[in-house]
């Protein structure tokens, strides 16, 4: 998909449709939904009137134009309530656009940036936030689609954006915004890509084959490899434990983003199993069928990194993330088991399913090692962080309340759903062990809080946060 901004009249742009907006129970029509009204002599507001069009988020009409425009077709659509209005709206429309654009077999459109005019959004902030919806709405997976779907007539996809400005300040900064949504978009399809790709074809060395893709000229990234004997001398033995069924060897990643004039360090920490069957204590087989996506975690610490090599930040970021597969073979680790972490920790495994902490548990040690200033990690950690905040929110939990309201802050800009759970601490009691210093489950109740409270053990005094992005990380249905 090509998106252009450039200086011009959105009604005098060729165009397979012009796309428009309205607030929801606007009085009147302004600005370019106004003025092609009027070049249609008044049949947008009948249309309204006739359709009783209410402009609530997403409505929309698609009508053609009669060839009083040089757009074939218009399409209106509700930008929602007017105080409500920010820039995951602007997201949002952005996939309307490309929703709308297959229903109705157009190739090309043209619009302005949605609530500059109106509603005082920054033009640079909607400019990105556009480009983000259209781009990741438009993200399709079709490697695995065989002759039959080659054979098939595809709908007509949206390959043309023209957004067109003639404000000086919205032309002076949107560029800015939409390369940065490019850069995004392009960084959250690659994390797609690589939780979509079956677990066969991206085995723990394949993953950080795709980590070491990242390492060009002028990137700044570095990339080194923790393989089984690196793991085996560092003292992993938590997480080769995890690998120890299965017949693809472990092997770490240690991305670093390390830029000229760096104020700060940050580790960013994700779950890398690029299967889980649940070991010894097998999962049900319709439990397994999605288990491609337990290594979403370190997909996203890859994406991350892609995006880094545009945005240059001036902080140093360490990307750490150990790749394994939970397999059920003759040498699996077993419940009952005790495995020691990097550190020391002695942990009892009572389950076996409950493999990504313990992994975690080296890889936040490895992590905790660089001496950051903050540590986030990243992992599809618990089915209970699913029940407590369905498939659409993920969880935070932090030892730091400074480091949790920037998160928090930052998941409301970027209209990620996140939602904080309580670092509980009298729920450490289940979590320890009999024989070990703790074990790997803590019972089923409160299962997320439980989770984050056996990984906070590695974490020292570091402010840390740990999202649980179980739900999230895999979307079936449109969100």
């Not at 988020?57 to 698609?62: A, F, H, I, P, S």
């Not at 892609?306 to 360490?318: D, G, M, N, Q, S």
Request: aromatic share 6%.
């Amino acid at each position: 998909m090509n998106i252009e901004l450039i200086q011009g009249n959105i009604l005098e742009k060729t165009c397979d449709f012009l796309a428009l907006y309205q607030f929801k129970d606007a009085k009147r029509l302004t600005g370019a939904t106004g003025a092609a009204d009027q070049e249609m002599a008044g049949a947008i507001s009948a249309l309204i009137e006739q359709k009783s069009f209410a402009g609530k988020l997403g409505e929309n009409m698609v009508f053609p134009t009669f060839g009083k425009m040089k757009a074939r077709s218009v399409a209106l659509i509700g930008l929602g309530d007017k105080k409500k209005f920010n820039a995951d709206t602007v997201r949002k429309i952005g996939g309307y656009l490309v929703k709308l654009s297959r229903e109705h077999r157009m190739r090309s459109v043209a619009t302005n940036l949605p609530g500059v005019e109106t509603a005082s959004l920054p033009a640079c902030e909607s400019a990105q936030a556009l480009t983000e919806g259209l781009l990741l709405a438009g993200h399709q997976f079709h490697t695995y689609k065989g002759a039959q779907f080659k054979k098939e007539k595809k709908p007509r996809e949206l390959g043309q954006v023209f957004i067109l400005e003639t404000d000086k300040r919205a032309l002076k900064f949107g560029p800015e915004g939409l390369e940065a949504g490019c850069v995004l978009a392009e960084a959250t399809m690659l994390a797609r890509d690589l939780v979509n790709t079956p677990s066969a074809d991206m085995t723990p060395a394949q993953l950080v084959e795709e980590a070491q893709k990242l390492i060009v000229r002028g990137s700044n990234i570095s990339c080194k490899v923790l393989d089984q004997k690196v793991m085996e001398r560092l003292g992993m033995n938590a997480a080769l434990s995890v690998a120890r069924g299965s017949q693809y060897a472990p092997v770490g990643a240690h991305l670093v983003y390390r830029p000229k004039n760096s104020k700060k360090t940050v580790a960013i920490v994700g779950k890398a199993v690029t299967f889980d069957s649940g070991g010894l204590s097998l999962k049900p087989a319709q439990s397994m069928e999605t288990m491609k996506i337990d290594m979403a975690g370190a997909a996203s610490v890859i994406g991350l990194f892609k995006a880094l090599t545009v945005l240059k930040p001036e902080v140093t970021v360490h990307g750490i993330f150990l790749a394994v597969e939970n397999m059920p073979g003759g040498s699996a680790y077993r419940p009952g088991d005790v495995v020691t972490a990097m550190d020391g920790t002695t942990i009892e495994i009572k389950n076996t399913d409950a493999e990504g902490r313990v992994t975690l548990a080296d890889a936040l040690v490895y992590a905790n090692k660089q001496k950051p200033d903050l540590m986030i990690d990243l992992a599809t950690l618990t089915g209970a962080c699913v029940v407590a905040l369905g498939e659409d929110i993920a969880g935070l939990m932090t030892n730091n309340e400074r480091l949790g309201q920037k998160l928090l802050r930052a998941a409301k800009d970027t209209g990620e759903l996140l939602w904080e759970l309580p670092l509980y601490e009298p729920y450490m009691e289940p979590i320890k062990s009999k024989i070990a210093d703790i074990n790997n489950t803590g019972g089923c109740e409160a299962g997320a809080i439980k989770g984050a409270l056996f990984l906070k053990l590695f974490v020292g005094d570091t402010p840390w946060a740990h999202l649980d992005i179980a739900g999230p990380s895999y979307a079936e249905k449109e969100t």
